[in-house]
């Protein structure tokens, strides 16, 4: 529960009702173990009422903690206990303070340690017990919300991991396409190398015969050009005719390994 700041009309007001009970004199009994934070209210209202109270130079003493607060927007945490006994040691203060407490500006702990009736340390207690479940379930619920945004958050990190995952999944596949395609043009590929060392083999192979063809038409050619010499080289101008036959011998030889060739291919 908050409550509101505290105002200087408010106060003003309050610091009235206060002065008409400075004589009220109450018999405070010991202050049960209270975490300074449940007191916060009580002290800021302490240290605001302490302010107007040395404006109106009123014949109450301020602690000098509380004047020393005068000016400050929040009063520090750590400041809290060394504020609570200056409150606790001056039983005068304190009571003319409580006699004017508001609802509006001290919550109901804060009242009941200004003001402290009978039986107000088993209430405070109460008090105490309830704000700590109060908290208690404020702590469960934000550790719930937290929890949540936690996994929220995880749910959409594996969506993402699974987008990614599809992801590569998609460029895997298209992948191995472009893999089976590949290997597929490679195969082609060695087909056609493999049909071209056979043809290149079966020419090779062909060269080879046409060379021996050649060098045997040769041979032969020789052979009978070396017949027909050695035939007409005896007789008395047989120059002359020599070379004419010769001549005809060397073409008629060369039709006849002509045919022959042919038909051997």
Known sequence: MRYVSTNICTLSRTLVLCLTVIGYRVDMSDPASIEHRYLRSAVEFAVAMGVEITKRKAAIAVP??????????????????????????????????????????????????????????????????????????ADLRAALRREEKRRRAAEQIAIRLRADVVERDVSIAALHFDVDELRADVVKAEDEAATLRVELVDVRIEARHARDREAAAKAKLEAVSDSVGRATGGRPGGGVRRCSCGARTRRETRSAVAVRGARGG
């Open 64 to 137: 000098r903690e509380l004047r020393a607060m005068s000016g400050k927007a929040r009063i520090p945490t750590g400041s809290l206990g060394q504020l609570r006994r200056a409150i606790d040691g001056d039983d005068r203060f304190r009571a003319v303070i409580a006699a004017g407490v508001l609802p509006e500006l001290v919550d109901p702990i804060g009242i009941l340690w200004l003001q402290r009736p009978d039986g107000w340390e088993l209430r405070v207690h109460d008090l105490v017990a309830e704000m700590g479940a109060d908290e208690a379930d």
